[in-house]
């Protein structure tokens, strides 16, 4: 596909590789690989930590009963679990992401905006802490779910909100800085022939998610003052005692939260269009129809964030509008499909563990999309909806779907950050278990959603037990089987591995490919010509 | 620094891109009226409107059809009273003009003020409901200990949708006292 004419490594000069150390290398640094390494090790530190939230949760809903944790502390991890994930481990892994791969597939020396990208990471750590700290107030921390509606957040919350609301303005700010950078990087900084239409997926996947992200991060700061001046300065924006309308809540908030969820995906189809085609050792089928079918989904997201809300008590004109624009989203999403399984027919596949990873993704993600159109049936969402089905539906699409493909991603591209191979064996130990796991785990959600189970109790009725009590088991199982995965990145991060070439992946193509491995500290400073 | 040809000035498109973000942070305030509006015209919230109707003088009774109105009545958070309807439901033609009592007591010591907001379910029903006199057009003074007999009146536009044969009417009842003081309440209303 393209060629590196004028290798980067003899344009270097000395002094070029040379960087500061210490903490100052890092807390200073404009280096978009350093970057990179710092959103993806934030982002992992998060998933642990959510991941302990939700084994808390887990841990209470093992039986029926009450027995570990109080009702308010488990709301509060409920809500906890879903803001980190979201706000801490998924999209800043995309960011890492990006930070050290779009450059290198584009050509470019680095992101657009260096210091900017220094200020977007370095403030997330600091909302989170603001976020954690939270839970030490009197009164406990945010209580009120992710999606924290009013009026559970405004009248009902305790003082934590404003800390809580507060957290979220600065991770906004951060996902907004990150998309701005990654828009100009792409439309600036591409090698000469980088076309648009010769982008990888990946970079095209990002610059659309950046766009989302440029459009609903603000409208989500919208509402999160709401709920503040709502709270604390005596506006009813969400209080029907004032005029507002609690309702209207849901509509900011989902207006927002759509376009979210697939700002958690996006990305995800860009990195399973690089793998797929790599150990099928075929050129990804469709390309354009990638590019259209990212960009419609993208569209259509801002279409459908009623069907969050079927049981509001909407018109029967706005429910059918919104049924039918959701169940049209699965359209684009299912040329993907079709496209990624085209690709591998009769490919030459084998099965490293990012391939292993990635079909594990085609598989399961279909599965979250068909619960997904269930319960885009408005009179089945009657009685779907706010149940352990709603809970299986997302966690198929995000865990087995967006943590998977981030997972992916990491063992296709540790060699070429680490400099070496990541320990293969205990890599599929990892992929087997979380497979088998995280089955385990949410596949009987299904069932006792179906059943009538609600979601966001800390207890359940007798007949649930026997089912809760296997997820909490699959639950556990995929918890600790990501110490596996923690332990195969500190190995290679270690450098504990066979050398890595500066391609180790033999269908790989791209020209992250074309510099050695690990990638040298400045790359790409004279641009690659592409073809 | 890079080699690279731009091909647009970075500056430009952070502009662009910085003012994106500030259209959609107030394109998210600026859906607040803008939903306040559509649910006016749509009846996608079922508000009813606060001021009164006028009653058609020539209008068709449409005997053909029986429509059952619900009501239902709640107390605002921690609001001091019992609030109920006289009937619980009544039954009635398109083009009927009906009366319904609703009865408050307020059960404190103190004059409170006390403000009724009405809603319909399904919400489309309320673009045909229209109320020539209610008492949630305007605050309502309590007397301490005050018992009060809160007359409705309204009728249904005979272009009601003949998909609507039975809608609730709901009104809560918040005290709002706190904001418009109690000074309000003077004299007792069956003066
Ligand atoms: C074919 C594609 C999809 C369809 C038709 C679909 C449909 C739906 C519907 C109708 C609901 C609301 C259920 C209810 O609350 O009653 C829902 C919830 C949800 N979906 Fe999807 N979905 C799809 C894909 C995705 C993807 C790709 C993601 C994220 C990566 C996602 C994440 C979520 C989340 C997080 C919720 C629950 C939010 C909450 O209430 O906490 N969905 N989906
Ligand atoms: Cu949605």
Redesign the pocket.
Known sequence: MSTVVADSHDAHDEHHDHKPTGIKRWLFTTNHKDIGTLYLWFSFAMFLLGGSMALVIRMELFQPGMQVVDPHFFNQMTTMH?VIMVFGAVMPAFTGLANWMIPLMIGAPDMALPRMNNWSFWILPFAFLILLSSMFMPGGGPAF???FYAPLSTTYSTDSTALFVFAMHIMGMSSIMGAINVIVTIMNMRAPGMTYMKMPLFVWTWFITAFLLIAVMPVLAGVVTMVLTDKYFGTSFFDAAGGGDPVLFQHLFWFF?HPE??I??LPSFGIISAIIPAFARKPLFGYASMVYATASIAGLSFLVWA??M?TTGMPTFASLFFMYM??L??VP?GVKVFNWVTTMWKGAMTFETPMLFALAFVVL?TI??LS??M??ITPV?YQ???TYF?VA??HY??VS??VFSIMAAAYYWLPKWSGVMYDEFLAKLHFWCSLVSVNILFFPMHFVGLAGMPRRYPDYALQFADINAIVSVGGFLFGFSQLIFLWVVIKAARKQGVPAPAKPWEGAEGLEWEVPSPAPYHTFDTPPKVS | MSKQQPKADNSSIITKLLASVVIMFAFGFALVPLYEKFCEMTGFNGRTSNTAATADGNMQVDESRIITVEFATRTGRGAPWEFKPEVRSIRMHPGEIKVVNFIVENRTGQNRVAQALPSVSPGEASLYLNKTECFCFEQQPLAAGETAIMPMQFYLDPDLPDSIRRFTLSYVMYDITDQVGSGAVTASRSE
Do not use: E, R
Request: glycine share 20%; no cysteine.
């Open positions: 879903g779910g992710w999606t939260g969820v697939y958690m995906i069907h969050h079927f959701t169940m989203i699965a999403t993600f979250g999309g997904g159109i319960l885009a969402d779907y909806h706010d709603v539906h997302f699409v995000l779907g967006a």
